[in-house]
């Protein structure tokens, strides 16, 4: 890897930690990144899951105020994003690789889906009548948001956001805050997968993971001054292009 390549990497882990902590769609920037590089999207993906996961670390705990009195709903909804994660970790690994490249592309969409309606889904939020805990029925949902986040994990967050926000009766705020600890144990459990049995460019988790860390601080700082707008656009414009990239190649 070249000195700007690895720039690059670097600086696309920056910005990934900071949409993490904020939209929840980090993954449409840096694993369009390493398809450009030339990586092959298995190890992509693995390394870039991997890498993100101290940037939900430091993002999660730039919204601690936000998560206070919500220690006993992270303790019910995380071993059902824990283990959902671990699932779709192994599926990744199961699957014969030409099926995640077959269906990649339909994720990126499907997340570029979610992005762009993710206004809308905030404004039907506020006027649906919804649970404080969810009961059941968000324990599934996150369940199933931990595979989608285990197997591929772009837009999780923001998947997550919107399925517990229509389930739950909380400030988005507070569920934001709470997405940022469900998606980074995801991804650290699908970290542990992959390291355990699958390849690994360490070089990337390093640069990733560097720049991901300084995003979580940043995102969590003044990613809320930030024009949603902007954000969206530019996820949606880098996600287009890997899916270009990946149907042409």
Same mark, same amino acid.
């Given at each position: 890897?070249?000195?700007?390549?690895?720039?690059?990497?670097?600086?696309?882990?920056?910005?990934?930690?900071?949409?993490?902590?904020?939209?929840?769609?980090?993954?449409?920037?840096?694993?369009?990144?390493?398809?450009?590089?030339?990586?092959?999207?298995?190890?992509?993906?693995?390394?870039?899951?991997?890498?993100?996961?101290?940037?939900?670390?430091?993002?999660?705990?730039?919204?601690?105020?936000?998560?206070?009195?919500?220690?006993?709903?992270l303790l019910r909804l995380g071993g059902a994003s824990l283990l959902g994660g671990a699932v779709g970790a192994s599926l990744?690994?199961?699957?014969?690789?030409?099926?995640?490249?077959?269906?990649?592309?339909?994720?990126?969409?499907?997340?570029?889906?979610?992005?762009?309606?993710?206004?809308?889904?905030?404004?039907?939020?506020?006027?649906?009548?919804?649970?404080?805990?969810?009961?059941?029925?968000?324990?599934?949902?996150?369940?199933? !948001?931990?595979?989608?986040?285990?197997?591929?994990?772009?837009?999780?967050?923001?998947?997550?956001?919107?399925?517990?926000?229509?389930?739950?009766?909380?400030?988005?705020?507070?569920?934001?805050?709470?997405?940022?600890?469900?998606?980074?144990?995801?991804?650290?459990?699908?970290?542990?997968?992959?390291?355990?049995? !699958?390849?690994?460019?360490?070089?990337?988790?390093?640069?990733? !993971?560097?720049?991901?860390?300084?995003?979580?601080?940043?995102?969590?700082?003044?990613?809320?001054?930030?024009?949603?707008?902007?954000?969206?656009?530019?996820?949606?414009?880098?996600?287009?292009?890997?899916?270009?990239?990946?149907?042409?190649?």
């Amino acid at each position: 890897m070249t000195p700007i390549e690895a720039t690059l990497v670097a600086v696309a882990g920056v910005c990934a930690g900071a949409i993490n902590t904020v939209v929840g769609s980090g993954t449409l920037i840096t694993f369009p990144v390493l398809l450009a590089l030339g990586y092959p999207p298995v190890v992509a993906n693995a390394s870039n899951s991997i890498g993100l996961v101290p940037g939900g670390i430091t993002g999660a705990f730039g919204y601690r105020s936000e998560l206070a009195g919500q220690g006993k709903r992270l303790l019910r909804l995380g071993g059902a994003s824990l283990l959902g994660g671990a699932v779709g970790a192994s599926l990744l690994l199961i699957l014969d690789p030409d099926v995640f490249e077959a269906v990649v592309p339909v994720l990126i969409i499907i997340a570029l889906i979610l992005v762009v309606l993710q206004p809308w889904l905030s404004r039907r939020l506020a006027s649906m009548e919804r649970h404080e805990h969810g009961g059941a029925s968000a324990i599934a949902a996150t369940f199933g !948001a931990g595979i989608y986040g285990g197997y591929f994990g772009a837009a999780q967050g923001v998947l997550l956001v919107g399925m517990l926000g229509i389930l739950m009766d909380e400030r988005l705020q507070r569920l934001n805050a709470l997405k940022n600890v469900l998606t980074a144990g995801v991804n650290m459990v699908a970290g542990i997968v992959f390291v355990a049995v !699958a390849e690994i460019d360490w070089q990337v988790v390093l640069l990733i !993971a560097a720049g991901s860390t300084v995003g979580g601080v940043l995102g969590a700082k003044i990613g809320r001054r930030l024009p949603p707008t902007v954000l969206r656009g530019v996820i949606v414009v880098v996600g287009l292009v890997a899916v270009t990239k990946l149907l042409i190649d």
